[in-house]
């Protein structure tokens, strides 16, 4: 038993030292005005490099909503002297592998090599070259813009979908994270639209190059004024963030649909990134709906009432105030009972905060499970991407797990104080009675 006890002991400070530690990240502005963060790992033979532009669908103009997830969802389907099959074929054959995506407040770029100069010169000229030099066929334009047409027509009959929009749009009534495309937006826009959306986006002085890998400082200095040299200037111009949103008075929606699940959806715009309460909100959110079986939502919600097999809470930050929400579905007939046993809980939690078992149980899983977050060489870049578009501290990750362990309940409570405000909390419901 006392040599349980003592391997034990040794798992768990083991894992706090792991935890405490983060990769050393290197950062400077290339010569182009790219900011560029690197974090050099010799223990794979495995290079990942993002770039990520001030290009998300928060820059979309007011009557061309979805310009900015079609325009990155072109970038490689055809670039000078390589079509789209041209493109995939010689990255399978480097074992290369390129994707990316757009959420609301960046577009992103990413690939993932051998790091060995046979794989990685001839993959990374690919990456640069879609970077810097996208066509954007007359055909392949049309195709896609009918695909992402035809996605989004199938969307306005799914009842998560549903939700999700409605959400937004109750959320950030009068701001850019709550325009979201629609089959009208995009089948307006034209092939003119992707190539001036890049050129006045996807500029050098707009992008953030994180480089995570098998490459020593100086070659890493060198590919990141390789990949940017060519980028559109943009004249100079630069995006500009969106506001603040203004926070939205309660309301309820409910919207009528033949699903046999009701979805429910609650929240309001609540956090930002770097914003200093963020570490009370995620150790409180842990106790009330984001750590699975021991939150309390899903022991009031699921184990003692079964209104539903799954509820979660979270903070979602952003350029600006994210949303902090919560979701969860159950049957049409329970919608009310699970509505405001949803309300009554988190009205509970904003009173009283956290127990003292719940703030240990959560400090104890955040931390625990850290070094999870960091066991790759993507997961890496992920967080690195993060920090450096964000602008958060180097040692941000270096120091997330001390952060997180002087956490007390007051500053919980303070935090979602500020934060979570009923008067504020807009609630969709669809499908329910």
Avoid at 82 to 106: F, K, P, V, W, Y
Wanted: charged fraction near 20%; aromatic fraction near 8%; glycine fraction near 8%.
């Amino acid at each position: 038993m006392k040599s349980t006890q003592l391997l034990c002991a040794l798992c768990l400070s083991l894992a706090g030292q792991i935890a405490y530690a983060g990769p050393k990240i290197d950062h400077w502005v290339a010569p182009t005005g790219a900011r560029v963060f690197f974090v050099e790992n010799h223990s794979l033979p495995i290079l990942d490099v993002q770039v990520d532009f001030v290009a998300g669908t928060a820059y979309d103009p007011p009557d061309k909503n979805g310009l900015a997830a079609l325009t990155q969802g072109l970038l490689d389907m055809g670039v000078q002297g390589m079509d789209e099959t041209q493109i995939s074929n010689r990255l399978a054959d480097l074992g290369a592998q390129l994707a990316g995506g757009a959420d609301h407040d960046r577009a992103s770029v990413n690939l993932r090599t051998l790091s060995t100069a046979d794989k990685r010169i001839p993959a990374l000229d690919i990456f640069r070259t879609v970077l810097t030099s996208p066509q954007f066929p007359p055909e392949v334009f049309d195709r896609e813009r009918a695909r992402t047409v035809a996605a989004l027509k199938d969307a306005l009959t799914r009842p998560e979908a549903i939700a999700g929009k409605a959400f937004w749009a109750a959320m950030y009534p009068t701001h850019p994270y709550g325009r979201p495309a629609t089959p009208e937006t995009v089948s307006a826009l034209e092939r003119s639209d992707l190539a001036d959306f890049y050129r006045s986006h996807y500029t050098a002085k707009q992008a953030t190059v994180t480089i995570v890998g098998d490459l020593a400082r100086s070659q890493a200095e060198e590919l990141a004024q390789q990949l940017t040299a060519e980028l559109p200037t943009g004249a100079g111009a630069t995006a500009t963030a969106p506001a603040p949103p203004r926070l939205p008075e309660a309301s309820e929606q409910r919207i009528a649909h033949p699903a046999a699940q009701a979805h429910l959806l609650m929240g309001l715009p609540a956090l930002k990134r770097g914003d200093p309460d963020y570490f009370p909100l995620i150790v409180g959110n842990y106790s009330l709906g984001g750590g699975g079986f021991v939150s309390r939502l899903m022991k009031e919600v699921r184990e003692k009432r079964g209104f539903a097999y799954s509820v979660y809470s979270g903070f979602q930050p952003l350029l600006q105030n994210g949303p902090f929400l919560i979701g969860l579905q159950t049957k049409k007939l329970q919608a009310n009972d699970a509505l405001k046993v949803t309300r009554d809980v988190l009205a509970g939690f904003l009173a009283e905060g956290p127990s003292a078992a719940e703030l240990q149980a959560a400090k104890q899983n955040l931390v625990g499970s850290f070094p999870l977050r960091l066991d790759s060489n993507r997961k890496i870049l992920e967080n690195v991407a993060v920090i450096g578009f964000y602008g958060l501290p180097l040692n941000y990750l270096e120091h997330y797990a001390e952060n997180i362990e002087k956490v007390k309940a007051s500053d919980v409570r303070a935090a979602f104080a500020r934060h979570v405000t009923l008067e504020n909390m807009v609630t969709v419901v669809v499908a329910g009675e």
